[in-house]
């Protein structure tokens, strides 16, 4: 007689990365099947974010609703996973009775064992850094069905220390998976279905895989990705500027399968703040390297992020910032108001006034929201690959991303995970519309 299984529900934020570990850790946890709804489960996981102050509060009020699912069923275990439980694990367990696990990033190959001490009864913590990544030492990966995209983790880890990022803390330093299990789990992603694989790390462009004793870099390792047949698209993200060397800005020219859009994040356009931030390069320095991926690359899509109101930014630097915008010419971005991280070099420092960081947070986002639109509406009257990912809300429509990742609706019946050339013919507030070639 086989056991009915136990009910998980697992709740995922922050990164790309927590939404692949939340993946790994469901696999993990064998004799559980994922459910939709933290009610009538037998196990919920919060997989949480640290990055910013509001992203970590999260996890306090999320604990909080489920008190009452606790006090009608005793069974029910509740676990903190993710970059909150690294980095204040034990504050959780004292302030939450209610919490009877709590797993860092590093450890989720030994959820099945923590879970089975929280079942006795017990109260269950891991955040050690081990020697090796967890990747290979979690099951190899089931799930028959699979849509025809796909994150893998290829990197963890930061080096870089940037002065107001808490990533180097909770996710420890940087390691990069061997080439060869990368092209194993890719392959098996493809067996199931996998069309598009985006490559993730915390700084994914200081990949540094090992092959036969020898160290691969990030193009190298997407050339041999190029390889399997049946993948059809390979993007990555997150870079870091000063990793990206000229073997990956080639490829972006030369490997067919390697997607027209790179998320590149830059923080300041103020050369003061960059140096304060740690960033390690310039304003400058970036704008030239951009124009050097759109030589390789002329139709790439650039997205970035930004920190306003970063300590002791001044109205001039944040007007560097806007030229820079300016300049570049994003794609597509995203823009956070600096949030104070405990145990950052940047926390000791004084705030700038949170009215004047506001405004500069509008300013700037009103420039990125126009920029963004252009960007889409310029692909009006072109031809693009779309692979179709789900039905669309209307009827015989489906909704896939482009090369440049825009949303595309088209009237098709095609099925999910087919790649199409379309025609776009429309520009919509969130999306493109377009017809099949
Ligand atoms: N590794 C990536 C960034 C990972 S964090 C990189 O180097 O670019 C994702 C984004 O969150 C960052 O790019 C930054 O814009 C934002 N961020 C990180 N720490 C922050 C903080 N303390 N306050 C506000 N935004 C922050
Ligand atoms: Fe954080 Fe990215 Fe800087 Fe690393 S490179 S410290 S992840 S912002
Ligand atoms: Fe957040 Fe951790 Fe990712 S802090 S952004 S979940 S690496």
């Given amino acids: 007689m086989t056991e009915t299984p136990k009910k998980l529900y697992?709740?995922?934020?922050g990164c790309q990365m927590n939404v692949y570990d939340s993946e790994r850790m469901a696999e993990a946890l064998q004799g559980y099947e994922q459910v939709d709804s933290p009610e009538g489960a037998d196990m919920i996981l919060l997989n949480t974010c640290h990055i910013r102050e509001k992203a970590a509060e999260k996890v306090y009020s999320e604990l909080g609703r489920y008190k009452p699912l606790k006090a009608g069923?005793?069974?029910?275990?509740?676990?903190?996973?993710?970059?909150?439980?690294q980095a204040e694990g034990e504050e959780i367990m004292r302030r939450q009775p209610m919490v009877d696990l709590v797993v860092g990033p590093q450890s989720y190959h030994r959820l099945p064992e923590l879970e089975r001490q929280a079942r006795a009864g017990g109260k269950a913590l891991d955040t050690e850094f081990p020697e090796e990544l967890k990747f290979d030492h979690l099951p190899r990966r089931p799930k028959p069905k699979r849509g025809p995209t796909a994150f893998l983790t290829v990197q963890e880890g930061c080096d870089k220390f940037c002065a107001f990022c808490v990533v180097p803390y909770t996710r420890g330093a940087e390691a990069s998976r061997p080439v060869s299990r990368v092209l194993r789990e890719a392959e098996g992603l493809v067996e199931q279905g996998v069309r598009e694989i985006t490559l993730l790390g915390q700084n994914v462009n200081a990949y540094h895989g090992e092959e036969n004793g020898q160290s691969r870099g990030l193009a190298s390792l997407i050339r041999r990705l190029a390889e399997i047949d049946g993948l059809e698209r390979i993007r990555f993200t997150t870079s870091h500027p000063n990793d990206m060397d000229d073997d990956l800005i080639a490829a972006h020219g030369n490997c067919a399968k390697l997607m027209p859009y790179l998320h590149l994040p830059v923080?300041?356009?103020?050369?003061?703040?960059?140096?304060?931030m740690n960033r390690g390069h310039t304003a400058e320095e970036y704008i030239r390297l951009i124009e050097r991926i759109r030589a390789a690359r002329p139709d790439i899509l650039i997205s970035g992020d930004f920190i306003v109101g970063f300590p002791e930014e001044t109205e001039a630097d944040f007007r560097a910032t806007m030229e820079l915008v300016e300049a570049v010419k994003y794609g597509q971005c995203f823009s956070f108001k600096y949030s104070s991280r405990p145990g950052t070099p940047a926390a000791e420092r004084p705030l700038v006034d949170p009215?004047?960081?506001?405004?500069?947070?509008?300013?700037?986002q009103a420039l990125l929201t126009k920029q963004q639109r252009e960007a889409q509406d310029a692909m009006v009257g072109r031809e693009v690959g779309v692979l179709f990912?789900?039905?669309?809300?209307?009827?015989?429509?489906?909704v896939g991303k482009s090369d440049h990742l825009h949303a595309v609706h088209v009237q098709t019946d095609l099925p999910a995970g087919t790649l199409a050339r379309v025609l776009i013919s429309e520009s919509g507030p969130n999306s493109l519309g377009g017809v099949l070639v």
């Fill in 355 to 364: 009215e004047a960081a506001d405004d500069r947070l509008q300013r700037l």
């Fill in 73 to 85: 069923n005793p069974d029910l275990k509740i676990g903190v996973a993710g970059c909150v439980a």
């Fill in 10 to 13: 697992i709740k995922t934020y």
């Fill in 267 to 276: 923080q300041s356009g103020s050369d003061r703040i960059l140096k304060r």
């Fill in 389 to 398: 990912e789900r039905a669309g809300r209307m009827d015989g429509q489906m």
